[in-house]
């Protein structure tokens, strides 16, 4: 390839990475690795059956439009399905307040698009998905961490930051966060908490992004009213969904909840990006709801999601050593936990190790725009069985005390 | 909505339009209006109960990846289909050569990101693809256009234009290209026009983007070789391709052929972007490949739109008015051709006349980043059926009548 083609790349291609975990997984491919990196579901909650039998119903029934370019905002009757989704978590919306994605990743994309130019800044947690950096880092936002804990992000932190900006005239274009069963920290924001985050972004006049991947499986504790819902449908928060985690993330279906004059920009979007998502896809997916499966599908992932959980925080208790620095959170529904250890841990340069006892988990570091996360890691329970997760967390704990001083 | 939101959005969302296309087509869907604004490939040519049952058996055999999350790059049974399907074109790559993309809307978008800083020169066709010219706007691209005749871009106009760049020590990020039966105009880059327009790019240092949508789709006349393929692959086109327009586009599925190193920087955009086409799409056209049903279903498309083609160019003869400003193109492929108008015609001020007469069409000006195209307009003739296409003409015909001068 000639060498000057390499001058053509744009500046915000130059500055993107290939995904750490993606990187990482391919090293937890060896056979005997027990992998806690992914953020895989099991292929056990696949219903593959049904799905096979009515993706050849649904495209013999709607071949028409299951098989043709579809609007830009999605299919209508399957928006329709998704406002009774909404419904059952107890949120009234309209057909226009919906567009279906291309899957969350792309809500996080458009988002970006719609409200990111270069230099711009944006509220992010401290850890926070790794998906929203790399999508948001491709409009070359500027970071801004605030710190989580058992409650979720800290309002009174992210009032100080929010004063701060003001105080230099500028405000963020949004605040994102993951509020239930955070990906990584696996925290959820609490009912007050929400509501500070939304009295703060109104009177610092920017909006906020919640993106909500896990929000139906919850294993234990009472289900948190969206923020959505708090703000009653006021325009001050876009909500991301997904049916990455609740059906299977081979459709590559999500959609976005908005005010429909935000839903309007994010069509104007997505004609650019991808014209429509798969009506193929949205086929399969309209016919699994209009039959009313995925409620009980979503109660079988719960209980089967909630025991792996329960089977992880128990092998933890077992086998992790006793140390004050070591703890971990227990999340109340979601896919992952968050391990933190002493200090002086580097869980980088710890990985060849584990791998070595055949055990993976992402490094904390993937989870920070802005540093942090070096004694901290991911721990996904939703993929590996309850064996492998007892022996995982037991080959893990045996790493870990190598490495403890 | 509180008014404050307005601000937030990006310099690049208020720059963007909806589409006007998309826009039109709203107007067309009255009962009695004979279309041919869209560029719908007819769904008679959809394999329905095909795909039905194909869909069925590769969700049972292959559900763990179909249902799966999957590699950015495609899937790589599929990448292999796709590496024969260009095999028969008589053009040969590797696996590493090929991305799949969430169809060729999502290609463009790629370009964007990974090529275009703002205010970056691009070289066009006047006229041009407007879903290119919406995506490249999203990235601010300065567009610099060429204008076309019979035989393709002109690459005298552009030798030209990249010398008054390079004297101002500028050179275009890449030249965008439709080679083949180009969207809007039909017309096909003579082998020469390639040749010239791969020596310009190497010689400005620059690449070209090869647009191909419609290749396969060849009614007359002999087939040109890629400019990929004059190229030896040695990095200077990057290629874009559809099943949109050969299978259907339902499954909104495409792919970039390219240098492998040019492959790598599409992969970290798209990991942003969608994270992987969907898997679910992948495994219908895998399986309709696999089992070699593809190359006889594009000889009957090609039997069938042949003779539209056909039946548009015969009614244009007996029906258009004999006047030395109105002509039109000659596609020997695609699916559209490009009536020009003497140029005191307003063919955007006459579109609703064309409606009222229950006739539709694209405006010339929609394939313009700079103004042009008002006395042309884009007329498709893959969709409508033969008698609609007679009688449609026959309506456009009057229409035009009543507007010359």
């Known amino acids: 390839m000639p060498a000057y083609i390499n001058d053509l790349y744009s ?106 130019n270069s230099n711009d800044p944006i509220i992010i947690g401290r850890p926070t998905y790794v998906g929203a950096i790399s999508a948001f880092r491709g409009y070359d936002a500027r970071f801004i961490g605030v710190s989580l804990d058992d409650h979720g992000m800290k309002t009174d932190e992210l009032r100080s930051i929010l004063e701060d900006l003001a105080a230099g005239n500028e405000r963020p274009k949004f605040i994102y966060t993951v509020p239930d069963f955070q990906n990584p920290a696996g925290v959820t924001l609490s009912l007050e908490r929400r509501k500070d985050l939304l009295k703060l972004a109104k009177e610092f006049k920017t909006i906020i992004i919640e993106d909500s991947p896990y929000r139906q499986l919850r294993y234990t504790g009472e289900h948190v009213p969206q923020i959505y819902k ?84 128990d092998a933890l208790d077992t086998y992790m050593p006793d140390d004050p620095g070591i703890h971990w959170t227990k999340p109340e529904g979601g896919l992952f936990l968050w391990l933190t250890l002493p200090d002086y841990f580097d869980v980088d340069a710890m990985f060849m190790e584990a791998i070595e006892e055949n055990v993976a988990y992402v490094t904390g570091t993937a989870f920070y725009a802005d540093g942090g996360g070096k004694n901290a890691m991911r721990l996904n329970f ?24």
């Not at 579901?41 to 071949?63: C, D, N």
């Not at 920009?265 to 949205?282: E, G, H, N, R, W």
């Not at 699994?288 to 109660?299: A, F, M, Q, S």
């Not at 590996?384 to 967390?393: K, L, R, V, Y």
Request: charged content about 30%; overall charge positive.
């Open 11 to 116: 500046e915000k291609i130059s500055k993107m990475k290939k995904s750490i975990i993606r990187e990482l997984l391919k090293l937890t491919q060896k056979p005997d690795v027990i992998s806690f990196a992914g953020g895989l579901p099991s292929p056990a909650t696949f219903p593959v059956e049904e799905i096979a039998e009515m993706a050849r119903e649904v495209i013999l029934k709607e071949g028409d439009w299951a098989l043709q370019y579809g609007a830009t905002e999605g299919i209508t009757q399957f928006r329709d399905e998704i406002v009774k989704i909404l419904k059952a978590d107890d949120l009234t919306v309209e057909r226009d307040n919906i567009l279906v994605t291309t899957a969350s990743q792309q809500g996080l994309d458009m988002v970006g698009r719609v409200f990111i």
């Open 230 to 313: 708090l703000d009653g449908g006021e325009g001050n928060v876009i909500m991301l969904q997904t049916f990455s985690k609740i059906l299977f993330p081979g459709l590559r279906l999500g959609w976005i909840t908005a005010h429909k004059d935000i839903i309007d920009k994010f069509v104007i979007a997505k004609q650019a990006m991808d014209l429509c998502t798969p009506p193929i896809s949205q086929s399969i997916a309209y016919e699994y709801c209009r039959r009313g499966e995925l409620g009980p599908h979503i109660k079988e992932n719960v209980a089967l999601y909630g025991k792996k959980r329960k089977k992880m925080l």
């Open 382 to 405: 939703s993929y590996p069985t309850e064996e492998q997760i007892d022996q995982g967390i037991q080959r893990l704990a045996k790493v870990i005390k190598k490495n403890l001083k």
